[in-house]
């Protein structure tokens, strides 16, 4: 049987298993009341972490949304440790907060929640930090991904802790300072979030929910890995009516011809290769480290340089290593007078749509029907972009999209629902508290 209708099977028969609400025990009622009663204090804090701007590069306001968030944890019991990044690498650090009960005490499975601090909007991005829309919506940045996700991490832990539902359990929270632009080396920028989660059971994500168009609740069981490729090509100077002729085709046409063989015949479902810049000419500059350069040329000259800097996703590293295969295929065929060559860079691992990760997504599923909120069903892994729980998801149990709903994300109108904190928080607090038994 195929592997992806193997796992379809699974799905199936594991929300098909759990689709009758079978409600909340008294502990589990008052855990869903405690979040809805914090439900103002819920907007409130993410309003005060949404008015700082916290994008990547700005070191300080990175630290400063995670004093906020800081605070909140150790109201709650959490021991917390700020990690600074190596100064080179130009980046704030990540705050790791762990609450575990007695040796030998511990109950259920080992957590370990996900979130970030950091957002893509810089200090001179346009849009508001915070505004407010209605009574249900928000504008601000980041207010979605992922301060509002963070914001439900807090609200669920702390419905969990006024319920007596901490002790005696093991979790840890990572928010990391980086995850819209991570540190490189990542064998640097992620290695404690890796650790900690050779030392977890499941992890639980928080970035922001995904609503279906007839609005069910939506889960992130996989998603694609991320990759660059650097396409450098070379052709032969000279005066343009020698073209096609002793003088070759130049590298502008070499270029074309790889990238137009690329979309031809590198083709497979959830496979994607994106060409983001291309220069071409007799004089080209290119800045890696600001992804940005210059290109001069004439039009009576044929071009000798071109360089192509593109984006490659894939859903496993079979699927990966098919598509480079092919690529070097197409980019050795060069025209007469032309040659390139191309490098691959890993970024992101895949998370694998794994038995685990839909039994997790059951689970979620059955605590958001016993409370009410209907079934939650799957975002397609072509879905989504990168995120922190793909260096994890290689090693244990993982779950995506735990956090608020919104939309608009990444641009100056991101906008959170300002309702669905409630609805988030008490789906993984009751999904925390049942694995935690």
Do not use: C
């Not at 008015?51 to 150790?74: C, M, P, Q, Y």
């Not at 992922?146 to 439900?152: A, I, P, S």
């Not at 641009?411 to 609805?423: A, F, G, H």
């Amino acid at each position: 049987m195929p592997r992806k209708l193997a796992l379809s099977l699974v799905l199936t028969a594991l929300l098909s298993a759990g689709a009758q609400a079978q409600g909340l025990s008294a502990v589990e009622q008052r855990i869903a009341d405690e979040v809805r009663a914090w439900q103002p204090e819920a907007i409130n804090l993410l309003e005060r972490s949404a008015r700082i701007n916290s994008g990547t590069l700005n070191l300080a306001g990175v630290r400063a949304t995670g004093d906020v968030f800081r605070k909140e944890l150790e109201a709650l019991g959490f021991k917390t440790v700020w990690i600074d990044m190596p100064r080179e690498m130009n980046r704030a650090g990540h705050l790791i907060a762990n609450r575990r009960g007695p040796q030998g005490k511990v109950k259920g499975k080992r957590l370990l929640l996900l979130g970030h601090l950091d957002t893509v909007f810089e200090a001179d991005a346009p849009g508001p930090l915070w505004e407010r829309d209605s009574a249900t919506t928000a504008r601000g940045q980041g207010v979605g991904d992922m301060k509002g996700g963070n914001v439900v991490v807090i609200a669920a832990l702390r419905a969990l802790h006024r319920a007596g539902a901490l002790d005696n359990t093991s979790i840890t929270v990572v928010l990391t300072g980086d995850e819209e632009e991570a540190g490189h080396p990542r064998e640097i920028s992620r290695r404690d979030m890796i650790e900690l989660a050779k030392r977890s059971d499941v992890a639980l994500s928080f970035e922001g929910a995904v609503t279906g168009p007839d609005g069910q609740a939506m889960a992130t069981v996989g998603r694609r890995a991320t990759a660059s490729f650097d396409l450098d090509v070379t052709g032969r100077q000279g005066h343009s009516q020698g073209v096609f002729g002793n003088a070759g085709y130049g590298a502008v046409y070499e270029a074309a011809r790889i990238l137009d063989g690329f979309r031809q015949h590198v083709v497979e479902p959830g496979l994607t290769f994106n060409p983001g810049v291309i220069l071409g000419g007799t004089d080209v500059a290119y800045d890696e480290a600001n992804a940005k350069g210059t290109a001069a040329g004439k039009t009576n000259v044929i071009a000798n340089k071109v360089v192509v800097r593109g984006d490659l996703r894939y859903l496993d590293y079979a699927q990966r290593d098919r598509a480079q295969a092919r690529m070097r295929e197409i980019v050795a065929q060069s025209l007469p007078g032309a040659g390139a060559s191309i490098a691959f860079r890993d970024s992101y691992p895949p998370m694998a749509v794994t038995p685990g990760n839909l039994k997790l997504l059951a689970l979620y599923s059955q605590a958001s029907s016993d409370a009410g909120l209907g079934p939650v069903g799957t975002v397609p892994p072509t879905a989504r972009g990168a995120g922190d729980v793909q260096f994890v998801a290689p090693l244990i149990d993982s779950l995506d999209g735990l956090g608020a709903s919104g939309g608009a994300a990444h641009s100056p109108n991101e906008r959170v629902d300002l309702t669905s904190l409630e609805r988030s928080a008490i789906r993984a607090a009751l999904l925390m508290y049942r694995l935690t038994r």
